[in-house]
């Protein structure tokens, strides 16, 4: 079967640091998206790696490793602005499978 | 200005009701899907096409239909609505299938079947 699994909620404070872990079992690889979506909108494009290490942009970082099946979303100085709900998705080939959502809470 | 529509955004129908979501991008995108989200279960794929006259089932394609007769859309039916339909739906386009090109969703449809 295809799974991926990433925490439910994650809970920081602005300023700070907040790692989105994702582990991912799937028949085809070829890489791993993070998509971000707020409340009432559609998800949008953060970050893809397709080969193991960092990829940085801007605030954001994702991070993967192919013999650990496993990658991360770091997002630094959180800002308010940052509270939505974060997917990862694995590339499979022929489709992308999304995890359930991790959803971000920032406290001030 | 590159975009995904759908339409309509809301829509409330009854259970048996033949109804029609539209999808259309104007990026000249091959690739395109369909999504549903519901609380706590994430995106889910109803069906993809790679390009026009190709189309394949999701993770979760009983009780839709879709064609793609042109690139530029991609509609959803649901020939038969049922109340576990109910649901907000996502369409997305993309260059390729590769996850490294950008997906681009539209705004969503929430629809309410009673």
């Known amino acids: 079967g295809q799974s991926l699994e990433q925490p439910s909620e994650v809970t920081a404070v602005e300023g700070a640091i907040v790692q989105i872990n994702c582990t991912y079992q799937?028949?085809?690889?070829?890489?791993l998206s993070w998509y971000q979506q707020h409340d009432g909108g559609a998800p949008t494009f953060l970050s893809y790696?397709?080969?193991?290490g960092l990829e940085e942009t801007g605030r954001f970082s994702s991070f993967l490793s192919r013999s650990d099946s496993y990658g991360y979303l770091l997002l630094q100085e959180l800002q308010m602005k940052d509270s939505a709900s974060y997917f990862c998705?694995?590339?499979?080939?022929?489709?992308?499978?999304f995890g359930k959502g991790t959803r971000l809470h920032i406290l001030p | 200005e590159a975009q995904v529509t759908q339409n309509p955004r809301y829509l409330i129908t009854v259970t048996g009701k033949k109804l029609t979501v539209t999808c259309s991008q104007n990026?000249?995108?091959?690739?395109m899907s369909w999504y549903r989200q519901d609380p706590g279960l994430g995106l889910r794929q109803i069906y993809y096409?790679?390009?026009?006259?190709?189309?394949d089932k999701g993770d979760v394609p009983e009780g839709y239909k879709v064609s793609r007769k042109e690139k530029r859309n991609f509609p959803l039916i649901l020939e038969s609505p049922s109340p576990n339909q109910t649901s907000l739906y996502f369409c997305?386009?993309?260059?390729?299938?590769?996850?490294?090109?950008?997906?681009?969703f539209g705004p969503g449809t929430r629809l309410l079947v009673l």
């Open positions: 997305a386009s993309s260059l390729s299938t590769s996850g490294r090109e950008t997906q681009y």
């Open positions: 790696n397709g080969l193991d």
């Open positions: 998705a694995v590339d499979g080939g022929d489709k992308i499978i």
């Open positions: 799937t028949s085809g690889f070829y890489g």
């Open positions: 096409s790679m390009n026009v006259e190709v189309t």
């Open positions: 990026m000249n995108h091959e690739y």
